[in-house]
């Protein structure tokens, strides 16, 4: 099968999968895990249904990015994962604030994640869990699993494919977009991990401050190319009008347009659709999300 046939599939409803890496997984038991982790993050966890997750981030009392999370949920635990690159930071961080209360962090370095396409729940065996989430752009499943687990897949989907459902979407990805110390509000990641209803957390005030009397001085945008772009890569600088503006953090072909897709993190001036920028010989147009997640 081509893949650009495999990419149809996908989104007819053909079951697939495809094992994530570089992601560490923390259990999380207690009473007030609810409670506690919700004064951690930048999303509610107290709507979070069982068998079902949300994106949120983590920062420093100032703001700042430590990393990008996703929290799902069973009827005894909460189940994080966030970028393996920083997971003793990312841990000790977890269980900074933590005094009398019933809560324990139980780090599966062990258990592997695979994103399942499919619009029905896997059935897995013993030690594995499995939630419902919008990973990459499309609804489907993210299964975590211990060695010993066993689950029926379906087509196996390699990164090529992943990486045009994740631009097409504009989403961003640690290590990418997302980098330790940027504003979550400047890397894409609002309103996509961020809720301004709910309760106080660590770095809420920077958060909301910039939410509500500010504005992010840079953004995340999504590029068509206009001209050809051959040899395009992350970094490459971006400039309007012959002013430097930014820089292209991920370059993806994309199956649904049939040409290449960027994602680019400029000044909020260039950041509005129908904006030209340049990178090197190449032109590009910021467009909006192909599909929203």
């Not at 970028?83 to 005094?99: G, I, V, W």
Request: charged letters at 20%; proline letters at 6%.
């Amino acid at each position: 099968m081509t893949l650009e046939a495999l990419y149809d599939e996908i989104l007819s409803g053909k079951t697939a999968w495809a094992t994530i890496p570089h992601r560490a997984l923390w259990k999380v038991t207690g009473a007030d895990r609810v409670r506690y982790l919700n004064g951690q993050v930048t999303n509610d966890v107290a709507v979070v249904a069982p068998a079902s997750a949300i994106y949120a981030a983590i920062l420093t009392a100032k703001g700042k990015l430590l990393g990008d999370l996703w929290i799902g949920a069973s009827e005894d635990a909460l189940w994080i994962d966030g970028p393996a690159s920083e997971k003793d930071s990312l841990e000790a961080r977890l269980r900074r604030f933590l005094a009398a209360d019933d809560v324990e962090f139980e780090r599966l370095d062990e258990w592997t994640l695979t994103r399942i396409f499919s619009s029905s729940a896997p059935t897995p065996s013993a030690g594995a869990v499995a939630f419902r989430s919008t990973r990459f752009g499309l609804p489907g499943w993210d299964l975590w699993s211990c060695p010993t687990a066993t689950v029926e897949l379906g087509l196996p989907v390699p990164e090529a494919i992943l990486e045009s459902f994740r631009l097409e979407a504009r989403l961003p990805r640690w290590g990418a977009e997302l980098q330790p110390g940027d504003l979550p509000q400047e890397v894409g990641m609002d309103p996509l991990a961020i809720s301004y209803q709910k309760g106080c957390y660590v770095g809420q005030e920077v958060v909301s401050r910039l939410h509500h009397i500010g504005h992010a001085n840079r953004s995340l945008v999504l590029l068509a190319a206009l001209s050809p772009s051959a040899g395009l890569q992350a970094g490459a600088p971006l400039s309007q009008h012959g002013q430097d503006v930014g820089r292209i953090t991920s370059v993806a072909y994309s199956f649904a347009r049939k040409a290449e897709l960027a994602l680019g993190i400029v000044k909020r001036a260039s950041a509005v659709p129908g904006a030209q920028l340049q990178a090197g010989t190449s032109l590009w147009e910021v467009i909006e999300p192909l599909r929203t997640p």
